[in-house]
């Protein structure tokens, strides 16, 4: 690899891809576009924007893009799905559709639109309970959930950063196995950049020639 | 299942918006049963516009343009998992109240229904569920803004197939946009008069460069080609209504405009996925339109 930095591709297919390149932009992080196959070579890291989960699994299968990601990923390439994109991650998704494609890569279920339509999506804080966040002393962090997924299963070994509202008592909505990170929730519509710090992080751990 | 109920906030703007954000770079296909949702389901629209006729069969037949019968739309919820539309007259805050309350996912009050308030459209900031409205020029983008829509799209002339009014329009917008970068501290006062539109939203538009919502398409979209054609002048995804349904082939025409919004500024890829669609709809051109037949003078 000669890539003088580190940079973190941003799935561009559809949905908020701008804001998460905003997101990284102001932590002095590189971003890439990925439409094709190409743009993988040479990432250290990538993000699966909000959007449409079905939309999106359509689309990256038809821009011949699952299997090279699906076998980066398995090699190890740090990844961050939010919204849409945990969908993308999620091992188990209920109320998506048959043929809708998953990367399978984070041990947990996911629910799709698991707080109801539109009229019930909500701004709101979501509590770190994990270390990476800064423990449960930590400030909450803003959320805003749109059509959100909910999260009803997680698996051993995986896990939970944060959870929905004030306290412990919420469903998950941050989860990590590892090298995959996951939110229920929109960080890049929020001025809160501790998610998008925890990722950068997680990518130059992962990486020699990061130089931000 | 959760306990935190109590720090959500519903209905906030960021929250209207957010949708909004979430389909861009997508099509919004116009469905009319169960079967044509699960057809633009299928070929990866982000979300369906549910409506009993579509914009080419409301001037065929003429007479009044109302919401839908709220049994369609149920019948379109229970049948997709991407958002649905729906459209209430313009003016017509009754049917929006209705279409809020079966849960739809975002409201278009519509120049395509015939309008119901001839001097006032809607006041959407009473509502919890996020409304879209047309515009053909900036100024009218920022009064619908200013009274709560969290989605512009250009208006067109809907039903017709000719991409021509909604071309007009997106320059329009995105060409004044441009202006009003470039315009000093006094001549915003002026942009602001011209526009008859709030200043506060012209500053915003001086300092940001951008719609303070995001600029989608609508109006005679028909082909891949016009897909990438209005996602290269500025719009950020792409309202398809006659255009699908009324052409020869609509599942591979809907999977093709879908690839071509995604791919709209590598042509190879517009070529491939344009090849044998089968004829597109037929369509009128929109200069030939009669006065009273223009839905886009609709809306004030």
């Known amino acids: 690899m000669s890539e003088p930095t580190a940079i973190v591709g941003v799935l561009a297919l559809q949905g908020d891809v701008r804001e998460h390149e905003a997101a990284f932009g102001e932590l002095g992080v590189p971003t890439r576009r990925v439409r094709r196959p190409e743009d993988l070579d040479g990432l250290s890291g990538v993000v699966f924007p909000g959007g449409e989960s079905t939309t999106l699994s359509l689309l990256v299968d038809s821009s011949g893009l699952f299997d090279p990601l699906h076998k980066r990923i398995a090699e190890g390439l740090p990844v961050f799905g939010t919204c849409a994109g945990i969908i993308l991650l999620a091992r188990q998704v209920e109320g998506g559709r048959a043929d809708q494609r998953s990367f399978g890569v984070l041990d947990c279920t996911v629910r799709r639109n698991g707080y109801g339509p539109q009229r019930f999506s909500f701004e709101g804080e979501v509590t770190p309970t994990g270390p990476e966040l800064g423990g449960e002393d930590a400030a909450p962090l803003p959320a805003v959930f749109i059509r959100a ?38 960080p890049e519509l929020t001025t809160d950049r501790r998610l998008h710090a925890l990722f950068a992080q997680m990518v130059k751990s992962e990486c020699r020639t990061a130089l931000w | 299942m959760t306990t935190a109920n109590e720090s959500r906030e519903t209905g906030t703007f960021t929250v209207k918006r957010g949708l909004a954000d979430m389909l861009r770079g997508g099509v919004i296909m116009d469905v009319v049963d169960a079967a044509q949702a699960k057809i633009a389901e299928d070929a990866g629209a982000v979300a369906v516009m549910a409506l009993e006729r579509v914009p080419a069969d409301i001037r065929r037949d003429g007479g009044v343009a109302r919401m839908s019968d709220p049994a369609l739309i149920e019948g379109i919820q229970q049948t997709v998992t991407v958002p649905v539309m729906a459209k209430a007259r313009i003016g017509h805050f009754a049917e929006a109240q209705v279409l809020q309350a079966l849960g739809v996912d975002y409201v278009d009050e519509s120049e395509v229904l015939t309008p119901a308030d001839v001097a006032h459209h809607i006041d959407k900031w009473a509502f919890t569920v996020p409304f879209v409205c047309g515009a053909t020029n900036l100024g009218e983008a920022l009064r619908r803004i200013s009274e709560g829509a969290a989605m ?141 037949e223009r839905l886009a003078d609709r809306g004030w």
């Open chain 1, 149 to 186: 997924p909910l999260v009803v299963a997680v698996g051993e070994g995986v896990d939970v950063l944060a959870r929905e509202g004030r306290g412990t008592g919420g469903a998950p909505v941050v989860l990590r196995d590892g090298k995959v990170l996951g939110a229920t929730f929109h």
């Open chain 2, 152 to 292: 512009i799209r250009s208006k067109g002339e809907a039903g017709t197939g000719d991409v021509v009014e909604a071309v007009g329009h997106l320059r329009s917008i995105v060409g004044d946009i441009r202006k009003i970068t470039q315009a000093d501290g006094a001549e915003l006062f002026a942009w602001a008069k011209q526009l008859a539109a709030p200043i506060g939203l012209v500053k915003e538009i001086a300092e940001t460069g951008k719609l303070p919502v995001p600029l989608f398409c609508a109006g005679g979209i028909a082909t891949p080609a016009d897909a990438s054609l209005v996602m290269q002048l500025g719009a950020e995804a792409v309202f398809v209504g006659s255009g699908i349904f009324k052409s020869d082939d609509p599942a591979r025409r809907a999977r093709a405009i879908v690839e071509a919004t995604t791919h709209f500024d590598d042509a190879e890829h517009v070529a491939k996925v344009s090849r044998g669609l089968g004829e597109a709809m037929r369509g009128r051109a929109a200069a030939e339109l009669e006065g009273s």
